[in-house]
């Protein structure tokens, strides 16, 4: 039994010339990476302090005497670095709650890392806000062709398949074997398949699912915003002088650009409240007008199968794509997590499956109604773009402006937030660049820069591409591994289920599903598009 326990203090000895090891540093592009000695540069040195674990840092380092005793054996050590018996227990519960850590202090300088004071409210805004969006009100058309068994059996499966691998996600962001907080979801892929391998796998998906909902998000806020303004102008009579589509769209970049400025994804928590709160709203307004309005006539449920078997086969898996598009938010959830304190008593997965599981349950609030009630009040004559293109086709006569105008409001609200909720990984990344290469964070003014670049660059992609949104179906099969296969093959090499045991078996079986889903979806996506026309109207939106 150990009588005696010391403490060394917090602050090390003045370094000497010859003992002294160097500082440690880590690749802040690899979480993974072993700590490498570097020397000071122009005579400065970043010194590490030693901060509790529950400062949330990405990797543990505990402090253990040279000697690799515990206890030291010396007789002349000072009384004031004596633990007394009786608080042997305390200390016992402090090294468990509070590891000894270093940090690394680039993570400090960066959007997602930069505040880690979040906490499970915070996690239910972000979720909710990034979980559900425009893509919901597409679901219907998923339903004309697959029916209604099979509709509702695909949106089922799938949400509980979505689910299932937000919890790995949840439970994958922190390794308590080496201490390692996975705080984006490149540096889990580059764990679990190598660096290589997990830049090529994941690089392109995250970035299309990033850059590619900003976009989306100013087609949509810019032609929601035009509809709105003809709404208002039409009840009050005024005439103003009309502006362009692309006038429209710069209007409302104009708009995510000046939100953008905020600093970290801490600091948009109210820019998701709203987001979500106007997601919820928009939902529930067109699926309560849509249903309460009774059926439209000549609807039809007999699901929309012509032409040819290959045909019928490819339509059906461009239904199953829509299903899996209007899932998305998997790529954001170990960011949002990382923004979260952390410790081993207080772990952040607690926090986060508690705020994932309030909004996914008013997630599925959404998208069940919306699928089911959508379908039951348009059958096969929903317009290609969903519900609120149908709310304003078949019930601009006999709902009211205000409801109308107040359903447009909330789309626009939603768009501005999901905006900044996607377009932080982005500016996460172009701020990675700069703190790589310059050692040092990017000055407010450098920020602004990349982040109005961003906003611009999406603004030119919109005006060029405006038919993005058409193509539901092939951007799912795109974005299908990210949510539904990465995680189960992720956990399959990061925690090393036994082998033939129920997990292994579980997670292989849907990893590979997964995978083979994505790829007949991308060539049905794009066979539907080939063989039902999209109409390509580059540089012309309307």
């Not at 592009?29 to 020397?39: R, V």
């Amino acid at each position: 039994m150990i009588d005696q326990v010391g403490s060394n203090p917090i602050t090390s000895p003045p370094s000497s010339n010859h003992h002294d090891s160097p500082p440690l540093s880590l690749s802040p592009d690899h979480p993974m990476s072993a700590a490498t000695t570097t020397e000071p540069k122009n005579g400065h040195e970043i010194t590490f302090s030693i901060t509790p674990f529950n400062r949330s840092p990405d990797r543990l380092m505990t402090s253990i005497p040279p000697s690799g005793a515990r206890t030291p054996n010396s007789t002349n050590i000072k009384s004031r670095n004596m633990t007394p018996k009786f608080l042997t227990p305390l200390a016992s519960f402090s090294r468990i709650a509070f590891h000894l850590t270093k940090l690394d202090p680039t993570d400090a300088w960066l959007p997602i890392t930069e505040s880690r004071n979040g906490n499970a409210y915070y996690a239910a805004f972000h979720s909710l806000c990034a979980g559900i969006g425009i893509q919901a009100l597409i679901l219907p058309v998923a339903f004309t062709i697959l029916g209604w068994a099979w509709g509702v059996i695909a949106l089922t499966l799938t949400f509980i398949w979505q689910l299932y691998t937000l919890y790995l996600l949840v439970n994958l962001h922190e390794s308590p074997e080496d201490g390692v907080r996975y705080s984006r979801y490149m540096q889990l892929a580059k764990a679990a398949f190598g660096v290589r391998l997990g830049r090529i796998l994941a690089k392109f998906p995250i970035l299309y699912l990033s850059i590619g909902s900003c976009v989306a998000s100013i087609i949509i806020g810019a032609s929601t915003s035009k509809i709105f303004f003809q709404i208002v102008c039409a009840v009050d009579k005024c005439n103003p002088e009309k502006l362009t589509v692309v006038e429209w769209y710069l209007v409302f970049t104009c708009g995510v650009i000046i939100l953008s400025q905020l600093p970290n994804l801490n600091s948009i928590a109210g820019v998701s409240l709203v987001g979500a709160v106007s997601a919820l709203g928009y939902c529930l307004t067109i699926w309560v007008v849509s249903v309460a309005k009774d059926r439209i006539p000549n609807v039809s449920y007999n699901p929309a199968r012509d032409g040819s078997n290959v045909t019928k086969f490819f339509d059906v898996l461009n239904a199953l794509g829509i299903i899996a598009f209007a899932f998305r938010g998997h790529n954001l959830v170990l960011e949002i997590q990382a923004t979260m304190p952390t410790s081993k008593v207080h772990p952040s997965q607690v926090p986060m499956w508690n705020g994932i599981k309030v909004s996914y349950t008013l997630v599925a609030m959404c998208l069940f109604p919306l699928a089911i009630g959508g379908y039951w009040a348009y059958g096969h004559l929903i317009p290609p773009s969903g519900m609120l293109t149908a709310l304003f086709v078949f019930h601009s006569q006999d709902v009211a402006k205000s409801v109308l105008a107040l359903a447009s409001l909330l789309v626009i609200l939603n768009a501005l937030s999901t905006f900044q909720i996607y377009g932080m990984p982005t500016f996460d990344e172009m701020e990675s660049v700069y703190v790589r290469k310059f050692k040092k964070p990017c000055a407010w003014w450098q920020r602004m820069v990349l982040r109005t670049l961003f906003g611009f660059t999406c603004f030119f992609i919109a005006v060029a591409v405006p038919f993005i949104s058409n193509l539901a179906g092939l951007i799912g099969g795109v974005a299908l591994p990210v949510t539904l296969a990465y995680p189960c093959f992720m956990w399959l090499r990061i925690k090393k289920p036994k082998v033939y045991s129920p997990s292994w078996w579980l997670n292989w079986g849907l990893g590979i599903l997964g995978m083979i889903l994505s790829g007949l979806l991308i060539s049905a996506g794009t066979y539907v598009v080939i063989h039902d026309g999209v109409k390509f109207n580059f540089f012309k939106p309307v």
